[in-house]
């Protein structure tokens, strides 16, 4: 930890800044004082409320939006080619990452840093609330905005700060964390990484930097760690509609989270609470009241028919199975899953196991893959994904070219009853709030 510099003579500009990881750092830059503007590629809420906080926000990247004298702050999503970062280096303007700028802010305070492949953002949330619930006041600046804040990012005047890491571009590396917590471990950015091994060792020099260790009990994220890591689990959780019930420590934690990941979820909470100093009895009393982080399952509404709609940033196939799953115990009359695929080389390798998970629901909506930003090559066929969910077992598959043939495809077949769950990051959240538009389920 180290002492909290000035940033009242800083100017940063964040090129992407309508992210969530990106907004939130942006936010904290500005609350410690720094001068902060940015660009996103489309107008979205979360630019008014920048806006609201004296950030100077536009709506588009083009040159004349670099200040002169400023960062530049770029997210893992914005490439080199980007307007404003060629324009940044022939102003000759230091560039930074994302995860730079937050190993910066994390360096601050004591942290916990929360890595992984999956989970890290509802973990990273269940240590804030399980920490402020254990007597431990703390900062955060995660992926997504707490239901209970409205916020991804609260810096305030707390000893800890609870960050969630990057391994898509390495820059959890830049972190020393207190306390680091490795949720699990698959290989997902085949963009950035060769191999499974390649990830394994980026993890395993993470896990290196920490002070204290929290691994899944898995003998593939042990192997990770040093044999004095803290473990944790939550074997057969009781499932029950809207959350579940697990034992942790002799104590018995109610979750109004459904889903058994989000049983392990909380048990890594906990564990990492545990070792900042929050008491371990109101810490775990705590997560009864945890409702969530944006598009983690998040519950929307209805549609005029009555059917309930949830949102979720699912992307790969474990994170769309665990979903659905945890949809399932909500008790639908008929479950239906709508995928936005991303990234042609993931759904060129994944598709089978895209397919599998969709099979978990009754009816598999399959959106065109949308292209990752750094990819090059042909496009990848949806088709792939659909004809994977039949052979699998799915009893109804639509393959649909974009949000609006979705949209006219889910009004014909939703009725009440039935759970419709969105899955993607990139345009699929529209979809979501389009159906529930002025309904309440």
């Given at each position: 930890?180290?002492?909290?510099?000035?940033?009242?003579?800083?100017?940063?500009?964040?090129?992407?800044?309508?992210?969530?990881?990106?907004?939130?750092?942006?936010?904290?830059?500005?609350?410690?004082?720094?001068?902060?503007?940015?660009?996103?590629?489309?107008?979205?809420?979360?630019?008014?409320?920048?806006?609201?906080?004296?950030?100077?926000?536009?709506?588009?990247?083009?040159?004349?939006?670099?200040?002169?004298?400023?960062?530049?702050?770029?997210?893992?999503?914005?490439?080199?080619?980007?307007?404003?970062?060629?324009r940044g280096r022939e102003l000759g303007l230091p560039e930074r990452r994302r995860g730079t700028l937050l190993a910066e802010l994390a360096?601050?305070?004591?942290?916990?840093?929360?890595?992984?492949?999956?989970?890290?953002?509802?973990?990273?949330?269940?240590?804030?609330?399980?920490?402020?619930?254990?007597?431990?006041?703390?900062?955060?600046?995660?992926?997504?905005?707490?239901?209970?804040?409205?916020?991804?990012?609260?810096?305030?005047?707390?000893?800890?700060?609870?960050?969630?890491?990057?391994?898509?571009?390495?820059?959890?590396?830049?972190?020393?964390?207190?306390?680091?917590?490795?949720?699990?471990?698959?290989?997902?950015?085949?963009?950035?990484?060769?191999?499974?091994?390649?990830?394994?060792?980026?993890?395993?020099?993470?896990?290196?930097?920490?002070?204290?260790?929290?691994?899944?009990?898995?003998?593939?994220?042990?192997?990770?760690?040093?044999?004095?890591?803290?473990?944790?689990?939550?074997?057969?959780?009781?499932?029950?509609?809207?959350?579940?019930?697990?034992?942790?420590?002799?104590?018995?934690?109610?979750?109004?989270?459904?889903?058994?990941?989000?049983?392990?979820?909380?048990?890594?909470?906990?564990?990492?609470?545990?070792?900042?100093?929050?008491?371990?009895?109101?810490?775990?009393?705590?997560?009864?009241?945890?409702?969530?982080?944006?598009?983690?399952?998040?519950?929307?509404?209805?549609?005029?028919?009555?059917?309930?709609?949830?949102?979720?940033?699912?992307?790969?196939?474990?994170?769309?199975?665990?979903?659905?799953?945890?949809?399932?115990?909500?008790?639908?009359?008929?479950?239906?899953?709508?995928?936005?695929?991303?990234?042609?080389?993931?759904?060129?390798?994944?598709?089978?196991?895209?397919?599998?998970?969709?099979?978990?629901?009754?009816?598999?909506?399959?959106?065109?893959?949308?292209?990752?930003?750094?990819?090059?090559?042909?496009?990848?066929?949806?088709?792939?994904?659909?004809?994977?969910?039949?052979?699998?077992?799915?009893?109804?598959?639509?393959?649909?070219?974009?949000?609006?043939?979705?949209?006219?495809?889910?009004?014909?077949?939703?009725?009440?009853?039935?759970?419709?769950?969105?899955?993607?990051?990139?345009?699929?959240?529209?979809?979501?709030?389009?159906?529930?538009?002025?309904?309440?389920?």
């Amino acid at each position: 930890m180290t002492a909290e510099p000035d940033w009242a003579e800083r100017r940063l500009h964040f090129v992407g800044i309508g992210g969530c990881g990106m907004s939130g750092l942006a936010l904290v830059a500005r609350s410690r004082g720094a001068t902060v503007t940015g660009s996103d590629r489309r107008d979205a809420p979360v630019l008014a409320r920048l806006r609201e906080q004296g950030i100077g926000v536009v709506v588009g990247h083009h040159t004349g939006s670099v200040p002169s004298g400023s960062e530049l702050i770029y997210s893992s999503a914005v490439g080199p080619g980007n307007p404003e970062r060629v324009r940044g280096r022939e102003l000759g303007l230091p560039e930074r990452r994302r995860g730079t700028l937050l190993a910066e802010l994390a360096a601050e305070r004591r942290c916990i840093a929360v890595a992984g492949t999956h989970g890290k953002t509802t973990t990273a949330a269940m240590i804030v609330h399980a920490l402020r619930g254990g007597g431990v006041q703390t900062a955060y600046i995660i992926g997504a905005d707490l239901l209970d804040t409205g916020r991804s990012a609260d810096w305030g005047t707390a000893e800890w700060v609870v960050v969630e890491t990057d391994e898509s571009d390495r820059s959890l590396l830049e972190l020393r964390p207190e306390v680091a917590v490795l949720t699990n471990v698959e290989l997902e950015h085949v963009n950035a990484y060769r191999s499974r091994a390649e990830l394994d060792d980026v993890f395993r020099a993470f896990l290196a930097q920490a002070g204290e260790t929290v691994l899944w009990n898995r003998p593939e994220v042990r192997s990770l760690g040093s044999s004095t890591a803290h473990t944790f689990d939550a074997p057969a959780p009781a499932l029950q509609p809207g959350g579940s019930r697990f034992s942790w420590r002799g104590r018995e934690v109610a979750l109004r989270v459904p889903g058994a990941h989000n049983a392990r979820n909380a048990a890594a909470a906990l564990e990492a609470s545990a070792l900042a100093g929050a008491d371990p009895d109101l810490a775990a009393a705590a997560l009864a009241g945890f409702t969530g982080t944006a598009r983690r399952l998040q519950r929307l509404g209805a549609t005029p028919s009555g059917a309930t709609v949830y949102d979720d940033y699912a992307h790969h196939p474990t994170e769309v199975r665990c979903t659905l799953e945890a949809a399932r115990t909500v008790a639908p009359e008929t479950l239906v899953a709508v995928l936005e695929p991303h990234s042609y080389a993931r759904v060129g390798m994944m598709a089978a196991a895209f397919g599998a998970a969709l099979a978990v629901a009754d009816v598999a909506v399959v959106l065109d893959v949308v292209q990752a930003g750094s990819e090059d090559g042909p496009p990848v066929p949806a088709s792939l994904i659909a004809d994977a969910a039949r052979a699998a077992g799915c009893a109804t598959v639509v393959e649909a070219p974009d949000l609006e043939a979705a949209e006219l495809c889910l009004e014909m077949l939703l009725r009440r009853g039935d759970v419709c769950v969105t899955m993607g990051f990139v345009k699929i959240e529209r979809l979501a709030q389009r159906l529930t538009a002025g309904h309440v389920a």
